[in-house]
């Protein structure tokens, strides 16, 4: 009998549900901030979260090696195997350059049990054609399918993703992140049904420069992973989020769609426009919109959900979204030097750490959207009329 | 030479309680079958010949008092399990004709029904259940092929996007099959054309040409290209849709004739033949005796419609359907049809309607995971259909990987139709599968219409109720979403092609 | 003469739980308190949760989801804003916020008056009902979203459109009414209501200050313009929100009024069959 890992062996509850907390920030001018302040965020939604997982992603935390992927992996040994650790290594012998490889620094005696937290700064080897976004892709996606007890948390360069079983003030603790300082965040905690004791599960979920917090379900999981199938993703970690980051990476990146237009090509495409709204739109925007959902409409995703999307491709960039019947929460809100873009499920958590007026919540299905270039979008229906100036 | 022994015995008794008939007349004037006529001398309508009864209820519908008993004849077969009364007249009847036992509408032999071993989930708690009458919930679909990017130009700062391959947008996933003028009468026809116009979907025109009349709802119509190509001229070429017909479910691998004596000045103004010529159909398509072949025809049509029209291919299910589908694909069909073996048909060999091809549910579950695993499945719209009953089987077929459903004998039966199996005799006393103008006008086509816009409409109004349940607020989000579908049924081995999980397993691999 | 007392929710930098600070409430009102300052709340939730009787309660901060939730007959102040569900299943009594309050705004509501000065969100007043003489009311300042009034059976709905952003003194401050100067309250910019307005509507009146284009009225509802008895219906209403932000009467009834009522009592009432089958 197969012996099923404890932090990173999926967990045989069946998928996973939950109702969380969001927060990220994100300084505009690619400031750092200190972790303390997207702690203080989360941790001031204490009845969004009942200890079953926690997790953020931070960004710009490695300038030194800026230019290598870094996998970022939960690591056990499982009884009776070489140790994981040396697994992992061979397998990235196989396929990259290991340019560096850390033990995470974790504090001792925060949870009872914890797993050991490494990370490898690599190259893909180019050997089969593929880019190495793509091998990159493939090589995360092979660790999490074939390695009993290693999970990689994330393979994104210049960012990484933290997350274990926790409340999010333990998780923060664990992985110090007072000592971190990131110019972009985001932080999860979870409220999930069931209670999975996986490593793996919590958020945020990364793929390559991408990472999702989520609060929601996903109706459409099945016919989303059936697309994604189509698309070269593979579905495995029982999450409805999975899908969602995934849909974003193949529209965003993948697709090959220029660059400003892709990011809300992806949320139209997961958030659409009714078909009642698209027919009273002006010719060309109708056009796009109609062109958009039938070519993507098995990448809508239905039910409920507020997101906040995180990444640097093709510039570094957050987007907050939600579902178009608006069935979960999602405040945005400036800072007042308009550096520090917000967004939270609860506006005290915003409050907690800077107390701007200029906060809003965004209209149902409109994504709102920041970049380096600044807030450039509310999340309001007036934003059609921008992205439909583009368009010819 | 004919003797009494060469009688088939009766099967319905039609029985008159003449204490409550008004002797008004109208059970005579309304049998078709020459089972109860009204004798005029004694004011008096009499069963005239009890076996002549279908069981249509054409009589018993029109008695303004219900005096009219239709049972099953008292006296039947001895009981057996072996030598029913389905086969013991089937014999019967070959060995007094030598002939081929003719049949109409749809698979009746009691085949396991895969849909009834589905149930569906709903929302509870974790996420909420929509309300559909109150809130948005879609059930707009386009037919049609859909590239897997979009094709976007940069030009003087401003983005352009290629137009994608014609698509047709439907109000509902719900279409009309084709049923050909001389399959069904003009009246019959005439409604339905109308029903799918009202409520903003298609029908099939089925391999009969167009009527000059019913070119008004060209936008609505899937013309059909098949082996005896009757009516295909570039007008015809100009309708919403075209669609190539390899097979049909209830006699795949079979052609068809419509017999000259059916060939009246209507239908042979339609299909452009003779008057009173048979109408033949032949078996295959002698254009396309391979899959490169078909990929021809679909060409061919591709430009001669200019690519305005998305172009499909209808075939039976069979049980190779998966690999057929994929090549279907490859030949560059926009859409598809999958025609289940419980689908109707105005005449077919009994022998080939009762036992040829496989069900609908496992044949759409089969074609959706190998087009998906062949990555194309995105490329083409599936539409299902060959026996289903209500909303929950479209439902069903939906979720297990169709992208619309179509009907015929639910149609049929909204315009009357008791699913009497008399077709092919012509008699159809609800003047639906009949070339008889005055049985024709049996419908009235405005309330046919009306019939058939109800019939479309209860469903969509069906589906978007079960979608809000399950937390769905657009019919894509749906399809193929076998993981809100669970198996009840006997068969594991059925639940594993289908996709579908057992009742009780929970989504995700439940601890393996 | 009332009794006033204080409650910090922020006791020495730690956050009350929202437990802590109801109980906290409850034994003010056995002890015979009937004016409750809650002071620097974030985002705590339930407060005033089920209470009945003449008391208020005072909220500086930003209100966590359903404050006043299945309350009846209390006065509820807050200098901020609320999350989502304010007045959930209000009973009766009066709601004023100085601030935003979001999603799902006196939800189920039979009875009381619920103010916000700023924005909401989706679902507002939602299937709120009116019983005898119980008439539950919701008027928003500001703008609000999509399904505002959805089978809706009773009660009013007032949306004013009105953008205070320019007109608030000092934004870092809680906002205070006196302060607000009422010169520089402006109209909202763009629609003020969003999409399915009032939709599956069979009892009561939405009333939204300007025009509003059909399409954005939801499935069984229609648009009238005001009559003398509704001026009577909006004149204490729109007086009373005066009185609350220092905005004047004569700048809100400059614009005219949409009067959005149902088609019928019983919309759905053929969507279903009767017939034995």
Redesign the interface.
């Known amino acids: 009998m197969q012996i099923s890992p404890k932090f990173t062996g999926l967990p045989s509850g069946g998928k996973d549900i939950s109702a969380c907390g969001i927060s990220a920030l994100f300084n505009m001018d690619q400031k750092p901030v200190a972790g303390k302040n997207i702690m203080e965020m989360i941790c001031s939604m204490r009845e969004r979260e009942n200890g079953q997982g926690a997790g953020f992603a931070a960004y710009g935390i490695f300038p030194k090696y800026k230019d290598q992927y870094c996998l970022q992996l939960i690591i056990e040994d499982i009884p009776e195997r070489v140790p994981t650790k040396e697994r992992v290594e061979e397998f990235l012998l196989k396929h990259t350059e290991i340019v560096k490889g850390e033990r995470v620094p974790t504090k001792n005696g925060v949870f009872k049990e914890s797993p050991d937290i490494w990370r490898f700064f690599v190259n893909p080897n180019s050997n089969n054609g593929d880019s190495p976004d793509d091998q990159t892709k493939d090589i995360m996606m092979m660790i999490n399918e074939r390695i009993d007890g290693a999970f990689c948390m994330s393979g994104g360069k210049n960012m990484a993703v933290f997350k274990g079983v926790g409340w999010s003030s333990q998780i923060a603790d664990f992985y110090n992140i007072t000592d971190l300082n990131a110019y972009m965040w985001s932080f999860h905690s979870r409220f999930p049904t069931n209670t999975p004791g996986w490593w793996g599960g919590a958020h945020p979920f990364s793929i390559l420069n991408h990472a999702i917090v989520h609060n929601g379900e996903i109706t459409s999981y099945g016919t989303n992973v059936e697309y994604l199938k189509e698309l070269g993703y593979v579905c495995k970690l029982m999450t409805d989020t999975e899908p969602l980051i995934y849909m974003f990476d193949y529209i965003v990146r993948k697709s090959g769609y220029p660059p400003e237009l892709a990011t809300q090509i992806a949320t139209m495409a997961m958030s659409p426009p009714y078909w009642r709204d698209i027919e009273r739109m002006p010719p060309v925007l109708k056009k796009w919109a109609t062109s958009i959902r039938q070519t993507h409409r098995w990448a809508l995703a239905n039910g409920p959900f507020s997101i906040v999307i995180t990444t640097d491709y093709p510039k570094p960039t957050m987007i907050g979204h939600s579902d178009r019947k608006k069935l979960r929460p999602l405040i945005a809100a400036l800072s007042d030097d308009q550096s520090t873009f917000y967004l939270s499920s609860e506006l005290n958590s915003i409050h907690e750490i800077d107390d701007t007026m200029d906060y809003w919540q965004p209209d149902p299905g409109m994504p709102v959207v920041a970049t380096t270039d600044g807030l450039i979008q509310r999340g309001t229906q007036s934003d059609l009329e921008k992205f439909a100036k583009l368009l010819e | 030479m004919t003797t009494v022994k060469d009688k088939m015995l009766p099967r319905f008794k039609a029985k008159i309680d003449y204490e409550t008939c008004i002797k008004c007349g109208r059970c005579g004037e309304n049998c078709t079958y020459d089972a109860i006529i009204f004798n005029r001398d004694e004011d008096m309508p009499i069963v005239k010949s009890t076996g002549n009864c279908v069981a249509c209820q054409r009589c018993v519908t029109f008695c303004p008092v219900d005096a009219i008993a239709i049972t099953p004849y008292p006296v039947e077969f001895a009981p057996h399990g072996t030598w029913t009364p389905y086969h013991i007249r089937g014999v019967m009847e070959q060995a007094r004709t030598g002939a081929v036992l003719l049949s109409g509408m749809g698979n009746d032999r009691p085949f396991p029904m895969v849909f009834d071993n589905l149930v569906w989930d709903a929302c509870q708690v974790t996420n909420p259940a929509i309300d559909s009458l109150r809130e948005p919930v879609e059930t707009r679909t386009y037919i049609g092929r859909k590239p897997k990017n979009l094709s976007i130009t940069k030009n003087r700062g401003k983005f352009a996007l290629e137009d994608l391959p014609a698509n047709v947008g439907i109000s509902t996933p719900l279409i009309i099959g084709h049923m050909s003028l001389g399959s069904v009468s003009y009246n019959a026809i005439t409604a339905m054309y109308r029903a799918v116009e009202d409520v903003g979907t298609m029908m099939g025109t089925g391999e009969g040409g167009l009527h000059k009349d019913h070119y008004v709802y060209r936008d609505n119509l899937i013309g059909e290209v098949a082996s005896g190509r009757f009516g295909v001229n570039p007008d015809y070429l100009k309708l919403g849709a075209i669609e190539i017909k390899i097979g049909q479910g209830a006699k795949p691998g079979h052609g068809g004739q419509l017999p000259g004596e059916k060939v009246t000045q209507l239908i042979s103004d339609t299909r452009g033949i003779p008057l009173g010529t048979d109408a033949l159909s032949p078996n295959p398509q002698h254009d396309i005796y391979s899959i490169e072949d078909l990929k021809t025809l679909i060409a061919a049509l591709h430009e001669a419609t200019e690519y305005q029209s998305p172009v499909g291919v209808k075939i039976a299910a069979v049980n190779n359907v998966a690999a057929i589908a994929s090549g279907i694909v490859r030949a560059g069909a926009d859409f598809m049809t999958i025609d289940g073996f419980r689908g109707g048909t105005g005449a077919a060999p009994r022998v080939i309607r009762d036992n040829a091809g496989i069900p609908i549910e496992l044949a759409i579950a089969s074609v959706d995971q190998h087009l998906r695993n062949e990555k194309i499945r995105h490329k083409v719209t599936i539409i299902a259909g060959g026996g289903l009953r209500s909303s929950s089987d479209l439902i069903k077929v939906i979720a297990l990987g169709a992208d619309v459903g179509n009907i015929g004998t639910s149609a049929l039966i909204a315009l009357g139709c008791k699913v009497c199996q008399q077709c092919p005799t012509g008699k159809c006393s609800w003047g639906i599968a009949t070339g008889n103008p005055v049985l024709a006008n049996r419908i009235d086509i405005d309330w046919g219409a009306q019939r058939v816009s109800n019939l479309l409409r209860g469903w969509t109004h069906d589906l978007s109720e079960v979608l809000g349940t399950m937390g769905i607020d657009a019919v894509e989000s749906l399809v193929g979403n076998r993981d809100r579908l669970r198996y009840v049924g006997p068969n594991p081995r059925e639940a594993e092609i289908l996709g579908v999980k057992h009742a009780g397993e929970r989504i995700g691999t439940g601890g393996e | 003469m009332p009794k006033r007392i204080e409650i910090d929710a922020m006791p020495e930098g730690c956050?009350l739980?929202?437990r802590d600070i109801n109980r906290q409430i409850r034994k003010a009102i056995a002890d015979g308190y009937d004016h409750i300052v809650l002071r620097n709340i974030?985002?705590q939730?339930y407060i005033g949760a089920g209470l009945k009787g003449d008391y208020t309660i005072e909220v500086f901060?930003?209100a966590?989801?359903d404050l006043g939730v299945f309350s009846e007959g209390l006065k509820y102040i807050v200098h901020g804003?609320s999350?989502?569900l304010l007045g959930n299943t209000l009973n009766g009594g009066e709601i004023v916020v100085y601030g935003?309050s979001?999603?799902i705004t006196g939800m189920g509501a039979r009875g009381g008056s619920i103010f916000v000065m700023g924005?909401g969100?989706?679902?507002i007043g939602i299937h709120m009902k009116e019983f005898g003489d119980s008439r539950p009311i919701i008027c928003y300042g500001g703008t609000v979203?999509?399904?505002c009034g959805?089978?809706m059976a009773g009660g009013v709905i007032v949306v004013l459109g009105l953008d205070f952003k320019d007109a608030?003194i000092d934004?870092?401050k809680p906002i205070d009414r006196d302060n607000i100067d009422a010169k520089l309250v402006k109209n909202a910019a763009?629609?003020i209501v969003?999409?399915?307005l009032g939709?599956?509507i069979h009892g009561g009146a939405i009333y939204i200050r300007g025009e509003i284009p059909d399409?954005l009225l939801?499935?069984y509802a229609k648009k009238e313009e005001i009559d003398e008895g509704d001026k009577e219906v909006l004149e204490p209403l729109i007086e009373r929100f005066c009185e609350l932000y220092g905005v004047n009467p004569d700048f809100i009834w400059k614009e005219g009024f949409t009067k959005v009522k149902p088609i019928s009592s019983r919309p759905?009432g053929k969507?279903y069959t009767t017939t034995p089958i």
Do not use: M, T
């Open positions: 956050k739980f929202y974030a985002g939730r901060g930003d966590g989801l804003s999350e989502y935003d979001w999603d924005n969100g989706s679902r979203k999509q399904y959805e089978y608030i934004p870092k763009g629609p969003q999409s399915d939709g599956g399409e939801g499935v759905f969507h």
